[in-house]
């Protein structure tokens, strides 16, 4: 067995006095971190003994998938993030919780500006050292207090550097997290211990997807049909602060008999082939385009994956996937790298051509995918996250782009323009985006 680090907890002294004007919200209130002796055990074997600092889920086991991810700072935004759904996040920043948990506060638009989603979608948190006295002006509670109030147990005191060695030699694995002693009888014990739920099995995306239709900025000048996967608040944001009119629809939605000027395939947890219906609309939709006026399409991370197989590229696994602030990817048109957010298990493979579809970016560190592009007509997606919340902005353009690029086709389809007139000078270097 693996102990804890014996240090527990930090507490750091609180530096500034709060924000005047911000209250803790009524359900923090009287909600303390509670400490309790914990387990996480690693399908492979290996144990490790932690304190639990989040919810207080005594003889109630979790399981999922056990990643980790690089990023310095974000954990709000990667632990509301909908793609990290049925999996045990991992953090390698060594102190996680010294900044708290900011309002849930919204922007013009309705969408939370702190959070990617309503809730916490990881199914619990592995940590080295938890800040129980967190210090920043925007913070209403501390982090353990979040994870309580949402349900989801959160572990200190592991050390984080061996899981991840064992996840990067090994490939990701399943894990359980097990708070208190065992208290159960032998045939109890038994069970909890063959207890390892596998989130690839789940359909994932309909689960986070949304199950109603949904207008942001209503009255913008063009209309973007967004197949919402597991959309992250920042992606609708990035669209509607650029004039857009975004329906949010369920994955499984039909696409193909609405007129939208674009449309956008977003995000989304777990194994991709899934999500065939997804795949099925986009085809539909992109077999009955013409090189006259077609409708841009764009995707992000799963989206890409999506548009992907609809083009007729296979699917595999990643040994333990890209997850973090600081993955490098080249630009295969413009020869540039870019530092760019990501958060996904799974990748396109692109060793063989598939018919009009070129690679557009790639992975600096392991070579898989990062990008497709159709070879004439405006489809195109990304792996890794442009909108980046918590992360680079290197890629931010991307949605400019594809902004620009419905309005172009939007005006050779309404006649606004001469339908031999070319593309703007931007979109078109990738035909692109």
């Not at 997807?209 to 996967?229: A, E, Q």
Request: include cysteine; charge should be neutral; glycine fraction near 10%.
């Amino acid at each position: 067995m693996i102990q804890a680090a014996s240090r527990g907890s930090r507490s750091l002294a609180t530096l500034v006095a709060d924000h005047p004007t911000l209250k803790p919200s009524a359900v923090a209130k009287g909600i303390s971190d509670i400490f309790l002796p914990a387990t996480l055990k690693l399908q492979s074997g290996e144990t490790f003994k932690a304190t639990s600092f989040g919810a207080p889920l005594v003889n109630s086991p979790i399981s999922g998938e056990v990643v980790f991810t690089t990023s310095v700072v974000g954990y709000p935004e990667s632990m509301t993030d909908p793609s990290y759904r049925g999996q045990i996040l991992v953090f390698t920043q060594p102190l996680v919780g010294n900044y708290g948990v900011p309002a849930p506060s919204r922007d013009e638009f309705g969408l939370l500006k702190h959070f990617e989603s309503e809730g916490i979608q990881v199914k619990g948190i592995i940590v080295n050292d938890y800040a129980a006295k967190y210090s920043h002006w925007n913070a209403i509670e501390s982090l353990g207090q979040w994870c309580a109030r949402h349900n989801v147990p959160a572990l200190s005191g592991v050390d984080t550097r061996q899981v991840v060695t064992l996840l990067r030699e090994r490939g990701t694995t399943l894990g359980r997290i097990t708070i208190g002693g065992d208290k159960g009888d032998a045939a109890a014990a038994a069970v909890v211990e063959s207890f390892y739920e596998d989130p690839s099995k789940t359909n994932l995306i309909a689960e986070v997807s949304t199950k109603t239709h949904t207008i942001y900025n209503y009255g913008g000048d063009v209309r973007i049909g967004l197949i919402d996967c597991g959309v992250k608040h920042n992606i609708i944001r990035h669209l509607t602060k650029r004039g857009a009119q975004v329906h949010v629809v369920p994955w499984d939605y039909d696409l193909s008999s609405d007129n939208f000027d674009g449309i956008f395939i977003s995000n989304g947890p777990g194994n991709p082939l899934h999500a065939t219906k997804t795949v099925e609309t986009l085809r539909k939709i992109m077999s009955a385009e013409n090189n006259k006026a077609p409708t841009p399409v764009f995707g992000i991370c799963m989206g890409n994956q999506i548009m992907g197989m609809a083009a007729g590229f296979p699917i595999y696994k990643l040994p333990y996937g890209n997850r973090g602030h600081n993955q490098p990817a080249l630009n295969l048109v413009t020869g540039k790298c870019v530092i760019t957010s990501q958060n996904h298990g799974y990748a396109l493979q692109d060793s063989a051509p598939v018919q009009d579809w070129l690679p557009y970016f790639r992975n600096a560190n392991d070579g898989s995918n990062e990008g497709i592009r159709h070879s004439s007509l405006p489809y195109s997606a990304v792996q890794f996250h442009p909108e980046a919340m918590g992360g680079p902005q290197d890629t931010e353009y991307l949605f400019q782009d594809f902004i620009d690029q419905v309005r172009h086709y939007k005006a050779r389809r309404t006649g606004t323009i001469a339908a031999a007139a070319d593309a703007p000078a931007r979109a078109s270097a990738s035909v692109s985006i």
